[in-house]
């Protein structure tokens, strides 16, 4: 084996294999290898073929369903019970590959919501670091539950929740998994997992930045002593340091190429409501109609992405009667999207993903949450950080077109919400540019992980971060 000073260390990075998790982890190795660390990233083999970004191997490993993935599977304790048995067997077995090579794995950066990765690399003597992709908010709550200090269910009608680093939170503002325990127990006990053996980690990242939500963190340091390095957005629309890089690198759907900008080129500046509900979110038959209904009413240019499961929802004659204002696709690519100078508004479900885009590339946003952790990203971009509005439901759990068209008013006809909106947008937009920029709060921790890394061998202590 070479000597440690041949390489600069080399990271294995595990995310849970959906777009939304995929993304942020893979955009961390991109930043790792930009700084000399050969970073790999290992993924399921559903997945491994969507996964395309220069200067980063991709490696298969298993959940078990290695031809359909969670569909495969068809429930969630199914698929997670699966992917610890198989995922912690390969991810073994990868370890081992590089075991004798000049590049050995000395670190392995996993995704929260696969703790039984942490336990593999103690198995072979190398750092663990847990990588959170929900917002430090979001965190800071279900920690509080694992640790005894919350208990479930959280009502909170009539009455905000108060905890330390956060706003008072009401009953719509919080996740929805820990209001009604019961209706999804696999990914609550999901959530919950995600702190199980977190002492034991050599570092704790989250995809968020100290501006944004360094109070919250500070606040939960003893029980969650996380370092930031978001936003994890592709580096064009940020620092630009990172050569040619627009896009994440991974898609499991198929984005339309050029049609929906030869679509926008052809709109005023700021004219257009972009809306996108992300890759997971279904949105009932009602709800389709009434966003429908209320974009039409609304008058306003639009281009909204409607998953090919979900197009037998919009009304009869909705696409023929709006063509003139809208564009209705099943896939694109939202950075591009968000970056264009026709967009002037994001309508969008609030995941966290979705959210740090909206903010890093300056785009007002109208939030129309729908379930977990949306709810209280939400509450964020309207109250806390002033980028946007939230779209409140009805007594049915349904956003009415009017409340729709009058969100979409609030942030695209100009008056004085509408100007601080954008005044807003544009502050976080250059503060998420300047966390990650060289010297920067997200670049400084990313930098003192690497310099740990390139400092050592292969061999870690294994003692977690009281061992460092």
């Known amino acids: 084996m070479e000597g440690k000073k041949e390489y600069g260390g080399h990271v294995v990075v595990l995310p849970y294999p959906s777009q939304g998790h995929i993304n942020p982890l893979l955009q961390f190795a991109k930043r790792l290898a930009s700084k000399g660390v050969k970073a790999t990233i290992a993924t399921t083999h559903y997945t491994v073929n969507f996964i395309c970004t220069p200067n980063v191997c991709v490696e298969p490993i298993s959940d078990g369903f290695d031809k359909g993935g969670f569909a495969q599977a068809q429930t969630e304790d199914v698929f997670l019970n699966s992917f610890r048995t198989n995922g912690s067997r390969t991810l073994s077995e990868l370890i081992k590959k590089y075991q004798s090579t000049s590049s050995p794995i000395n670190c392995v950066v996993y995704d929260s919501f696969l703790p039984w990765a942490l336990d593999v690399a103690r198995e072979h003597g190398i750092y663990g670091a847990a990588f959170f992709t929900n917002s430090a908010a979001v965190c800071a709550i279900f920690c509080r539950i694992h640790y005894g200090l919350l208990a479930l269910p959280v009502k909170k009608e009539g009455m905000p929740l108060l905890l330390p680093g956060l706003p008072p939170l009401n009953s719509p503002d919080l996740p929805s998994f820990i209001k009604t325990p019961e209706s999804h127990p696999a990914y609550l006990a999901m959530k919950l997992s995600q702190f199980s053996n977190l002492e034991k980690a050599d570092w704790v990242f989250d995809n968020t930045f100290e501006v944004l939500e360094g109070e919250v963190v500070k606040a939960t340091s003893e029980l969650w002593p996380a370092k930031l390095i978001g936003p994890m957005v592709p580096s064009a629309y940020l620092d630009g340091r990172i050569k040619d890089d627009r896009g994440y690198g991974a ?138 509005v939230r779209a409140k439901e009805d007594g049915e759990g349904i956003v009415r077109r009017e409340e729709l068209v009058f969100c ?8 004085e919400r509408s100007k601080e909106i954008r005044r807003n947008a544009g502050k976080w937009k250059e503060l998420a540019k300047e966390a990650v920029s060289e010297g920067g709060s997200s670049d400084k921790s990313i930098n003192e992980f690497v310099e740990h890394l390139k400092g050592t061998d292969k061999k870690g202590e294994g003692k977690g971060r009281e061992g460092n």
């Open 408 to 415: 979409l008013k609030e942030v695209m006809v100009e008056g």
């Open 251 to 388: 898609s499991l759907w198929k984005p339309l190429g050029d049609e929906c900008i030869k679509w926008l080129e052809t709109k005023p500046c700021q004219s257009v409501v972009y809306i996108s509900f992300g890759s997971m979110v279904s949105l009932s038959l009602k709800q389709v109609e009434e966003i429908a209904l209320g974009l039409k009413d609304s008058n306003l240019y639009f281009l909204w992405v409607v998953k090919e499961s979900e197009r037998a929802k919009l009304p009869d004659g909705f696409i023929e009667s709006t063509k003139e204002k809208g564009l209705i696709v099943t896939w694109c690519n939202q950075l591009e999207m968000l970056a264009h100078k026709a967009i002037g508004c994001f309508a969008t479900h609030c995941g966290w993903n979705s959210t740090l885009e909206g903010l890093s590339l300056g785009v007002p946003m109208v939030g129309v949450p729908q379930w977990a952790d949306q709810l209280t990203d939400a509450k964020f971009i309207e109250g806390i950080w002033g980028v946007g």
